[in-house]
C-alpha cells in the first residue's frame, strides 16, 4: 500500500513539466491565427519564420515584428460523486513573440525569433475534489531560434533553424496528511489532519533544429512543408512541502528535495497547399502532426530518498495527434485585408492517464481577423475562439490518495492577437 501510493505522489508531482508539454502554442502571430494556421505555404510576414521559414525568401528588405495573444481559458468540472460543479480560476496568459528578418540577397534571407512553442496554465481552488491530484499547473517555454533560408530558384525554397528551448515549470497539489498518517502506522491520538500544500517548481534548456521547404507549382499553387526535431530537456527543480502545524508529525518524512527528470518534447511536421484563387483572395488547406507517442513514460530522480525511494517510473502512452485546417485572405485594397480560418485538431491523451493537470480534449478552434498596411507600418489583429469537447474522467488515477476527481470536464478558450511590423 506504501509503494502504490509512493507512486501517485511523485507522478503527480514531477509528471507535470512532462504532462503540461501536451498543450502546443500556436499563437505565434496574429496574421497566423486569423488563418487559424493554415499559412504553412504563403508568406505571412516575419512570423512565417516560425510557420515556414522558407517562405524567408519571399520578404524583400529588413523586417521587425512584435506580437501578442491574450489567452483566456474557462475550464469547468462536474462529479460524478456528487453531480456538483467546480470552475477553475481565471486563467489569463500572454505569449509574445518577437522577429527580425533579412535578405541578404537575391538568394539568401536570415533571420531570429523568439516566441513560445509550448505551454499551460491550469488552476484549481485548494479544497477542490481534485487537489490531491493538481492544484496549479503552470508551464512555460521560451525558444530561440535562427534560421537561414535559401532559394534554390524561383519556384523551390529551403530553409533551417536551430532551436534553443528554456523550459520552466511551476506544479502545485495538496496532500491527504491523514492517509500518510495511517499509512506510516501513527502514534496513538493522531487523527484527521488538514491537508499538506506540496510544489515543484524547476527549469531546464534543449536544442534541436527545424526545417522548411516552399515549392512553388505555378502561379496560382505552392506547397509547403515544416519539420520540427525532438528537444529533450533535462528538468532539475526542488520539491517542497507546507507542512501545517496541526500535520507537524508528518514533516520529518516529507523532507524539501532537489530532483530531476528528463522531457522530451515532440517532433512536429506541417504540411501546407495554397490557391491564388483571384487577385484579391487567398485560400490555403493543411494539416499538422505531433509526435505525442514519445511521451510513453516519465523517470524522475531524487536527491534524497522521499518515503524510502529515490527514483520512480511512471507509464504515461500518450498518442500523436493530427490537426486539419483551412483559412482565407480577402485583400480588400493594397491597404486593408480580411481574414478568417477554422481548424479541427486531436488530442494526445488516452482515457487511461487523462487527470486534471492537462484536462485535454479534441477542440475546434474558429478564428477571424484584419490586416492594416501603412506605409512600412503594418497591424494584424486577430480572434479565436476554440471550444473543447467534453471529456469525462473515469479511472483510477487519484485512487490511492482518496479522490479521483471523475466526472465531466470541459473548456473553452478565447484568444485575441495583435502583431504590429515594420520593414526598410
Given at each position: ?20 508539454s ?81 535578405q ?12 513560445f ?14 487537489r ?5 499547473s ?7 531560434n ?8 524561383d519556384?523551390?525554397?529551403?530553409a ?12 502545485a497539489?495538496?496532500l ?110 493543411g ?49 486593408i ?63 490511492s ?24
Amino acid at each position: 500500500m506504501k509503494n502504490i501510493y509512493l507512486a501517485i505522489l511523485l507522478s503527480l508531482c514531477m509528471a507535470g513539466p512532462l504532462h503540461a508539454s501536451g498543450f502546443g502554442v500556436f499563437t505565434q502571430g496574429a496574421k497566423g491565427l486569423a488563418q487559424s494556421n493554415a499559412v504553412t505555404a504563403h508568406v505571412t510576414g516575419p512570423s512565417s519564420l516560425y510557420f515556414n521559414p522558407a517562405l524567408l525568401t519571399d520578404l524583400q528588405g529588413t523586417w521587425f515584428e512584435a506580437g501578442t495573444t491574450l489567452v483566456v481559458a474557462d475550464r469547468t468540472f462536474r462529479s460524478d460523486a456528487t453531480g456538483l460543479g467546480e470552475e477553475s480560476a481565471d486563467s489569463l496568459k500572454t505569449p509574445s513573440s518577437f522577429y527580425f528578418t533579412t535578405q541578404l540577397n537575391d538568394q539568401v534571407s536570415a533571420g531570429l525569433g523568439i516566441y513560445f512553442p509550448f505551454g499551460l496554465s491550469t488552476e484549481w481552488d485548494k479544497d477542490w475534489e481534485g487537489r490531491y491530484i493538481a492544484t496549479t499547473s503552470d508551464v512555460a517555454t521560451t525558444n530561440i531560434n535562427p534560421v537561414v533560408a535559401y532559394r534554390y530558384n524561383d519556384r523551390f525554397s529551403i530553409a533551417v533553424g536551430l532551436d534553443i528551448l528554456y523550459l520552466d515549470a511551476e506544479l502545485a497539489r495538496q496532500l491527504n496528511s491523514t492517509l500518510i498518517g495511517v499509512l506510516i502506522n501513527p502514534p496513538e491520538g493522531l487523527g484527521m489532519l488538514p491537508d499538506v500544500g506540496q510544489e515543484f517548481s524547476g527549469d531546464g534548456w534543449g536544442v534541436g533544429y527545424n526545417l522548411g521547404m516552399i515549392y512553388r507549382i505555378n502561379e496560382e499553387l505552392s506547397f509547403g512543408a515544416t519539420f520540427r526535431s525532438h528537444i529533450d530537456v533535462e528538468v532539475d527543480g526542488e520539491l517542497g512541502f507546507q507542512v501545517p502545524l496541526d500535520a507537524a508529525p508528518l514533516a520529518a518524512l516529507l523532507p524539501d528535495t532537489g530532483g530531476s527528470a528528463d522531457v522530451r518534447l515532440p517532433r512536429q511536421a506541417s504540411f501546407g497547399l495554397a490557391w491564388q484563387a483571384s487577385d484579391q483572395l487567398l485560400i490555403e488547406c493543411g494539416t499538422r502532426w505531433e509526435d505525442w507517442s514519445s511521451t510513453e513514460e516519465l523517470r524522475t530522480d531524487f536527491d534524497q530518498p522521499l518515503l524510502g525511494q529515490s527514483a520512480d517510473l511512471i507509464p504515461r502512452d500518450w498518442e500523436d495527434t493530427w490537426a486539419v485546417n483551412i483559412g482565407a485572405e480577402y485583400q480588400l485594397d493594397n491597404r486593408i485585408s480580411l481574414m478568417a480560418g477554422y481548424l479541427y485538431s486531436d488530442n494526445p491523451v488516452p482515457d487511461s492517464t487523462f487527470d486534471p493537470t492537462v484536462p485535454d480534449s479534441d477542440a475546434h478552434l474558429f478564428t477571424i481577423g484584419t490586416g492594416l498596411t501603412l506605409g512600412d507600418w503594418t497591424l494584424d489583429l486577430a480572434y479565436g475562439f476554440e471550444h473543447h469537447r467534453d471529456r469525462s474522467k473515469n479511472n483510477q488515477i487519484g485512487v490511492s490518495t482518496g479522490m479521483t476527481a471523475n466526472g465531466e470536464y470541459q473548456a473553452d478558450i478565447h484568444l485575441l492577437a495583435a502583431s504590429i511590423g515594420y520593414h526598410f
